[in-house]
């Protein structure tokens, strides 16, 4: 209540519960046939036994949607959390009622101002998800605050009785505001038609999946979260690349892989100039760049022989690496400037089709100080805008993380997607080229978000 | 000499430089061969012509060894640079000189207050490490610092043309200080000797060695850094293993070593309790940690009846996961108390060896503030060395990284090992369960560092 009202949604809100009373200013009525009116949709926090009794309430409201927060049934593994569910289904489908959960944190909806719990709430975007998790629901939602990840529309479905992945999916698929779809799932009642309806949405939209519960300890976890039985990742794995969808082991993957579908909406191709060294420690960097590149599926071809010379002739011949990856950290000796010319030289190169530049906040502040930190991440920004390259800045932590966090957030603001680790931006980046190269369908019309 | 005299290194210091003058107090002494008395060490930023020059003048005073920071050797692939590099090692024989470098940053040395460029300067500790790169050296020192990684001596060796990894590994393995040794390496002169002295220095010590330039990018960005040639990843990969080193691919997974190493001086053991939700949203998050933990090698095995049952009655029966991984999320509702006796029950569980807990900073902050989430830390510090069982911490970063640092630094200097994701610490766990079981000689007296 607190929270949908804090963030600013419009729609008018009832509060309802036995006990009566005050919720500040709106009055808690003792039963939810006594709102006026139509109810569109109702969240449900009573305790599981009242479940039922509730559904009776919402049917004879003429209710569309229930979602319950209310956990205590299947994932316990018991036979009586089985057989209310069930219930809970039969009196659903007499009440022309859908069902989000049981066991779940529900919708969640920037552009309606419909936040997840403790108000979090980021900008409306084009990303949509579906989690059978409410943590990792809301996980995507604060890592999409911090890494510039906007969504239209995203979901948490807990046991998923009723409405099902399959459902979720579609309804994606189908939302205009909707451009990539990402799927944390841990099972699903109906193998086919989630196989099924995976296919026919990926043909339409770039999606990505997560499947939680691959090991057996993971599985049996499964089961006790959302009531999910296992079924072997060797099946999954098969069904999702089988299906065309980009599939994910882990949360920093499934934001990557978001990150980049968001911000570049097409395959960019797979020959990187990587360029290290902004100020200083460009050597080992380079040399572990280039691993991390090629280790992911990139190719890092040599600069021409042209963009070599002139780089030599602007930074000098020693301690620089001018092939690719490029150390063009000589160009500390002769200011920024120069380092912006060699970095224009090297994006301008036609050998690559996109680049990936490592900054080092931690190296760079002591060196070029505040204003310095600031104009290179500006010319960054001008840079890429100008050059219509695809550009990736790779900024890893380190000691300054205040300031760490200062340049990413302007990076991101300035539409540069931002990366932690070399490997974790070539990763992103191929499966970006893999979905697009496989025939993936979005329209180039539609290939830079709208708020951009 | 800035760095050098800051950091509050107590031995005599010369300036040496044709222009003369003075730096602060000091007079520039126009040549080496007038500085008073015996030289030990020479750290050079001349330019490369006049190295040979300098060698003869090193000779004259009869010092014993000499850094090179001077570049623009054999890394720029020219037969001028590669005969200048052979000019100085024969000098450096007659001499009786041992050469650093060239083309590096040289030695670090907490305990004599030796720092890196920029007045880098940690504890004294007892990690190890040689690198032939100057920027990879700097990292693991500036990471050191960060993730309470202690040093007893680094060294940054560049080209290798005289003193290569074969000496430095060698060194380390007699050093009485060291008790871990991590190598950062791109190439070498002499396989075979160096094959042999990675055998004999694993056998005395844990070893973890991260080869750079496995790809073609890599190998051709380490020809241009240090003069390294390129052989085959799979060779490295061969020799290492069949040495007995821990093999790992890049810095991050490096630092994770050096620190598990440097903590938990023996093989733990594969059986790992994993707990989740120390406040909220350790549904997924336990799916996830089963997953991660079993996919890099650790075995999860379900909570003994006793500990699940007490679980049970201590946390109510809705809405946690009780086998293992465990999600004592529930104890949100009953205090700071049943938390603690909940992770208590977990961790005296005899059928784990080691336990991961994934404590997450963005979502206990709202739910126990800033006091709740020091006393919950307080209590892990403690648990862990009354328990003795070794306990890890995952910690991953999110939106109050003010915060995450604080309870990292406190974790960290109460002895507990602190991770940025599960898949790293179970990664972590593994190398140290697999060096132990093949028979690594560490003995159990010096299971911990010295100063903890």
Redesign the interface.
């Known amino acids: 209540m607190e929270d949908l009202r804090t963030a600013g949604y419009q729609g008018a809100i009832y509060p309802v519960g036995t006990s009566g009373g005050r919720l500040g200013d709106l009055e808690i009525l003792p039963s939810l046939r006594l709102i006026p009116g139509e109810v569109d949709y109702v969240i449900v926090a009573v305790p599981?036994q009242s479940a039922l009794d509730l559904l009776d309430d919402c049917a004879a409201k003429n209710v569309k949607a229930v979602h319950f927060f209310t956990?205590?049934f299947s994932e316990?593994d018991t036979r009586q959390g089985r057989k209310l569910e069930q219930q809970m289904v039969e009196k659903a489908r007499r009440g022309n009622m859908r069902l989000i959960g049981p066991?779940c944190i529900g919708a969640y909806c920037p552009e309606h101002r419909i936040p997840f719990l403790?108000g979090i709430l980021g900008e409306s975007g084009s990303v949509g998800f579906l989690?059978?998790?409410?943590?990792?629901?809301?996980?995507l939602a604060?890592?999409g605050?911090?890494r510039h990840i906007n969504y239209s529309k995203g979901v948490s479905f807990g046991n998923g009785i009723d409405l099902d992945a399959s459902d979720f999916l579609q309804y994606l698929a189908a939302d205009p505001k909707t451009r990539v779809i990402a799927a944390?799932l841990?099972g699903t009642r109906d193998g086919a038609r989630l196989f099924d309806t995976l296919k026919k949405v990926a043909r339409a939209k770039p999606l990505v999946v997560w499947k939680?519960?691959?090991?057996?300890?993971?599985?049996?976890?499964?089961l006790?979260?959302?009531g999910s039985l296992a079924s072997s990742p060797a099946i999954w794995s098969g069904m999702l690349k089988q299906a065309g969808a980009i599939e994910v082991?882990?949360?920093?993957e499934l934001t990557d892989a978001l990150l980049i579908f968001q911000q570049i909406g097409r395959g960019p191709g797979t020959r990187a100039a990587?360029i290290g060294?902004l100020a200083?420690?460009?050597?080992?960097?380079?040399?572990?760049?280039?691993?991390?590149?090629?280790?992911n599926g990139l190719?890092?071809p040599?600069l021409s022989f042209e963009t070599k010379q002139k780089l030599g002739q602007l930074l000098g011949?020693?301690?620089?690496?001018?092939?690719?990856?490029v150390?063009v950290s000589q160009a500390q000796f002769r200011g920024l400037a120069t380092l912006f010319q060699a970095i224009d030289l090297i994006v301008r190169d036609t050998v690559s089709d996109i680049v990936l530049i490592q900054e080092d906040v931690?190296?760079l502040l002591?060196i070029y100080s505040q204003k310095g930190l600031e104009e290179i991440n500006g010319f960054l920004i001008e840079l890429a805008g100008r050059q219509g390259k695809p550009t990736i800045v790779v900024l890893p932590?380190?000691?300054v993380?205040?300031e760490r966090?200062q340049v990413e957030q302007k990076l991101l603001a300035g539409s540069i997607p931002v990366f932690y680790?070399m490997?974790r931006a070539a990763r992103a980046i191929c499966g970006l080229n893999r979905y697009y190269s496989a025939g993936g369908r979005m329209k180039p019309s539609s290939s830079r978000p709208a708020q951009m």
């Open positions: 599981r956990a205590g316990m066991n403790m989690s059978q998790s409410g943590g990792i629901a809301t996980k604060t890592i605050i911090a944390y841990e939680g519960g691959r090991t057996e300890a993971g599985a049996q976890a499964a006790s979260h959302t082991h882990d949360l920093e990587v060294g200083d420690g460009g050597g080992g960097n380079s040399v572990a760049a280039g691993d991390a590149c090629v280790e190719e890092v040599p011949e020693v301690g620089g690496i001018f092939s690719n990856p150390d931690e190296i002591p932590s380190g000691s993380e205040t966090l680790s490997e």
